[in-house]
């Protein structure tokens, strides 16, 4: 059988999809892959047009009930967890929404943390079962989120950080497009989050070093 095709996973979580900031911003991620290697196909998952989907109490009965993986309650989560495991990078376009990720990306990460499929506790010890991949999210915020200026709390960064380090992907890129609803400065930081993503050593664009080859 042939080898699947490489994939870039792209995740929108803001309610205008592709055409938010972070999403414009995070293709430049997307090209500057597909441009040094051509065969990395793009799987695109808005998270906006799941906007009816939810936790419901089946979907709770089957997760805290243990139900077997095919059960078909699953479908979504494993379509969203197989759309992970295909992906050889992630790209994370997000708004900050009241200090935190979007009710969106946490229906997303309530579907993808499953426990005994992408993750177990094993020794006392949570244990991530997908493999890990490099990971950029760009965060979006009308006010400001990160350095000098900062007046909010951040609980998008380290939880974030902390849910996807529990199923196995750690070591996430952020990139803040913040301070946004001042025009001034939101065409200063699209400028500045350009030139980061232009200069990462692996959604930048130059070559990978070593090490991501
Ligand atoms: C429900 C909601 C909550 C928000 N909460 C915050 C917040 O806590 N902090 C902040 O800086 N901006 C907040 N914003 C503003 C968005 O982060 C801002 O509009 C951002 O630019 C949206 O980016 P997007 O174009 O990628 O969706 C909120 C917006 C909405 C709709």
Not at 156 to 178: E, H, M, Q
Request: glycine fraction near 8%.
């Amino acid at each position: 059988m042939d080898d699947p095709v490489a994939s870039i996973l792209l995740i929108t979580a803001s309610p205008y999809g592709r055409a938010s900031r972070g999403a414009i911003l995070a293709m430049q991620a997307v090209k500057n892959l597909q441009r040094k290697d051509p065969s990395l196909e793009l799987v695109e998952r808005d998270l906006s047009v799941l906007a009816d989907a939810t936790v419901h109490s089946v979907y709770a009965d089957a997760i805290v009930g243990g139900h077997s993986h095919d059960s078909e309650v699953f479908t979504l989560s494993e379509q969203l967890i197989r759309e992970l495991e295909d992906a050889a990078f992630v790209v994370i376009a997000t708004p900050m929404h009241n200090y935190t990720v979007p009710a969106s990306l946490k229906m997303w990460i309530d579907f993808v943390l499953r426990y005994g499929r992408s993750f177990a506790t094993i020794d006392g010890i949570k244990k991530g079962f997908i493999e890990n991949r490099p990971t950029l999210v760009v965060v979006t915020a009308g006010g400001i989120v990160a350095g000098e200026g900062k007046f909010q709390p951040d609980h998008l960064t380290g939880y974030l950080g902390d849910v996807l380090t529990t199923i196995g992907i750690t070591g996430l890129k952020f990139v803040y497009l913040d301070g946004l609803a001042s025009p001034a400065r939101a065409e200063q930081v699209t400028i500045e989050g350009a030139k980061t993503i232009a200069r990462d050593e692996v959604f930048g664009v130059g070559e990978p070093t070593p090490a991501f080859a």
